[in-house]
């Protein structure tokens, strides 16, 4: 079974809107985080933000949220006033404690093309 | 402070041919790893080092795949022979060792071509 799914190949927005992109991932462990990294077309994977399983509150970093809904297993991303520059494929990844260790596995990536 | 050095950033060989990628982590990293990025995919690990020992490599293919942190700093991957599916982006990282949240800083990447 995958462990982390973004259903959403690709995703166009306007600039300066908002845009959501989805996450659900799988795992039966109580202690996990999750991540989301933003990927340019150069390749580096640059950290956008993270959530930890046991955080009450939803993450959030400068123009960048993210919607934890822990009972769905749903790690959403959402992006708030779209700029042109935020046009990158979009990788959401968890990383599993398990036995001490932590585990990270990517989703397969959600493209966003923001236009103007 | 530098970040996540990686060499060399293209290499292109024939198939059978042996290849080997450097990665240099940020300093004071206890934690390496290694991916693999085929096109269209998101990044699988490969192995993960803390310190000097591999603690997750069970992705690795051993028959052809390779790796070494000797002195629990800069890393060393090798593909011997490689073959032409190995052809993808190979990402190395590190983090800070310990914490869940402790995020990790990617280098560039090497993408390799097997022709």
């Known amino acids: 079974a995958q462990k982390i799914t973004q259903t959403q190949p690709g995703m166009f927005v306007q600039e300066k809107e908002a845009v959501t992109l989805d996450c659900t991932y799988d795992t039966s462990d109580p202690s996990y985080g999750l991540f989301w990294y933003k990927q340019p077309s150069s390749g580096e994977m640059i950290f956008l933000i993270y959530?930890?399983?046991?955080?009450?509150q939803n993450a959030t970093e400068g123009r960048y949220s993210l919607n934890f809904q822990k009972a769905r297993k749903s790690a959403n991303l959402v992006i708030s006033a779209s700029q042109l520059g935020d046009s990158a494929m979009y990788f959401c990844?968890?990383?599993?404690?398990?036995?001490?260790?932590?585990?990270?596995?990517f989703g397969r990536g959600t493209s966003l093309i923001v236009h103007p | 402070e530098a970040g996540v050095v990686q060499s060399p950033r293209y290499k292109i060989i024939e198939k059978k041919q042996p290849v080997a990628f450097w990665c240099n982590p940020i300093s004071g990293h206890n934690t390496l790893y290694w991916y693999r990025q085929n096109l269209g995919q998101g990044p699988e690990l490969l192995i993960r080092y803390e310190n000097e020992e591999a603690v997750d490599d069970s992705q690795l293919p051993k028959d052809r795949f390779s790796a070494e942190r000797l002195k629990g700093v800069d890393s060393t991957l090798k593909i011997q022979p490689a073959e032409l599916g190995d052809s993808a982006v190979y990402l190395c990282?590190?983090?800070?060792?310990?914490?869940?949240?402790?995020?990790?800083?990617f280098g560039p990447g090497t993408r390799l071509t097997v022709l």
């Open positions: 990844a968890m990383r599993e404690a398990t036995g001490g260790s932590y585990i990270p596995t």
């Open positions: 959530q930890g399983s046991y955080d009450q």
């Open positions: 990282a590190s983090s800070l060792r310990g914490q869940a949240s402790n995020e990790q800083f």
